[in-house]
């Protein structure tokens, strides 16, 4: 048997309606940080947001820890400049035995000191993406690693429908879903939002708003919050020293400055401001299928 099999049991029927999910072992609660996990699309920027949202709030002197939460392991690329080994890779290496392990193997300095890991997964079809969320909790609580940390960040692969998805909600305080202005990001939006509404009924985690990226206007982000209650708490625009800053595994505050650049670090300092201060819980009503292809101007 596969040292993946041997995961806490699925509980049907706690998490939401017809929900099979992996559940949290209750003394794996973060309680020392405030904990935000990042959502959206895949392929929609949710790792250039978290590693710049993590960027931002060690500018304002908080302690930063940002989780990676995806097979591909790249969430934290621009923080370290590299692609760093991830919690399954070095378990594997001690044939999973995690006693063996020593903070330095799993947590690698990033930019502003920002402490980085990268959960990985298993491999294709194999097992389930929360536990290996939950084994890379474990292990940061075993080595006291949340003991000083500020602000925790996971940063959350695109898949609705998976363990791997839902598990950081079992620790996060509040949920921010990156979207951009077209029909596609949104849609998404609006099943994620159900997700984490499905989740709010046994854990403490709310959703804050959302941020819309890669996008010079907002007007159809905009038009769906109104309709559904919810918030957009940041724009970042279709830039391309974004992209570019990708590319040199930099984050946005290691770019030259110019006009624009500064902009979107001012932006990004006050969306790290106003989660560090507290958001409004926020409950939106996700719409019907029928009902957003209806809104965003679809036959």
């Known amino acids: 048997m596969s040292p993946l099999d041997n995961r ?16 949290m072992d209750p ?44 097979p591909k392991h790249d969430s934290t690329f621009t923080l370290t400049g590299r692609l760093v080994p991830t919690v399954i890779d070095i378990l594997k290496e001690v044939d999973f035995h995690p006693e063996e392990l020593r903070p330095e193997d799993f947590v690698f300095e990033g930019y502003g000191g920002v402490q980085c890991v990268e959960a990985g997964g298993p491999p294709a079809g194999t097992g389930c ?16 690693m949340l003991d000083d940390t500020d602000v925790v960040i996971f940063d959350v692969l695109g898949d609705v429908v ?23 990001s949104i849609y998404a939006m609006n099943r994620i939002i159900a997700a984490v509404q499905a989740k709010s009924k046994n854990y403490g985690v709310r959703l804050a ?58 932006e990004y300092i006050h969306l790290a401001e106003l989660l560090w201060n507290g958001t409004e819980p926020l409950a939106p009503a996700p719409l019907p299928d029928r009902e957003i292809f209806e809104l965003l101007g679809f036959d």
């Open 162 to 184: 998976c363990g791997g998805f839902a598990a950081p909600l079992q620790h996060a305080d509040r949920a921010v879903i990156v979207t951009a202005n077209d029909f596609d």
């Open 8 to 23: 806490a049991p699925t509980i049907k029927g706690q998490d939401g309606e017809g929900s099979v999910q992996v559940k």
């Open 129 to 144: 993406g929360g536990y290996v969320v939950g084994q890379t909790v474990k292990l940061l609580k075993q080595h006291h």
């Open 27 to 70: 003394s794996l609660k973060i309680e020392t940080a405030k904990v935000f996990s990042v959502y959206g699309k895949g392929g929609i920027g949710k790792s250039t947001t978290s590693s710049n949202l993590s960027a931002a709030f060690a500018k304002l002197g908080k302690r930063v820890l940002q989780i990676g939460c995806d």
């Open 209 to 266: 708003g959302c941020v819309a990226n890669r996008s010079r206007e907002t007007d159809e982000v905009d038009r769906y919050c109104e309709r559904v209650g919810f918030n957009r708490i940041a724009h970042m625009p279709d830039l391309d020293a974004i992209r570019r800053s990708r590319l040199k595994k930099k984050t946005l505050f290691e770019m030259p400055d110019d006009e624009d650049i500064v902009a979107v670090q001012k």
